[in-house]
């Protein structure tokens, strides 16, 4: 079993950046990559950005520029670093880790909310 907790989420104006944490406790020794999953209001959940083990990364086009994610392998902990938020980056974001090519583990959530 993996858990994983997220924070370093919370309100800021549009143009803002925040950084979120996401550590990762258990079994980590099993995962492989990790990702970030945002859902806002009324919307399906959607990847936002994902890190492979050995730090190849890809990003939801909406996203690209804008935010990096990273991963601390030492601490099991993943990081997306959000710059130029804006307000439709509202939304709560969640860890994921992946476990035999699924996203098998979540995080509970936090919430994000740029204002306008």
């Known amino acids: 079993q993996v858990q994983l907790v997220e924070s370093g989420g919370g309100l800021v104006q549009a143009g803002g950046s925040l950084r979120l944490s996401c550590a990762a406790s258990?079994?980590?020794?099993?995962?492989?990559?990790m990702g970030w999953y945002r859902q806002a209001p009324g919307k399906q959940r959607e990847l936002v950005a994902a890190?492979?083990?050995?730090?190849?990364?890809n990003y939801a086009d909406s996203v690209k520029g804008r935010f990096t994610i990273s991963r601390d392998n030492a601490k099991n902990t993943v990081y997306l670093q959000m710059s130029s938020l804006k307000p439709e980056d509202t939304a709560v974001y969640y860890c994921?880790?992946?476990?035999?090519?699924?996203?098998?583990?979540w995080g509970q959530g936090t919430q994000v909310t740029v204002s306008s």
């Open positions: 994921a880790a992946e476990y035999w090519g699924a996203w098998a583990y």
């Open positions: 258990g079994s980590t020794s099993s995962l492989n990559g």
């Open positions: 890190i492979s083990s050995g730090g190849t990364t």
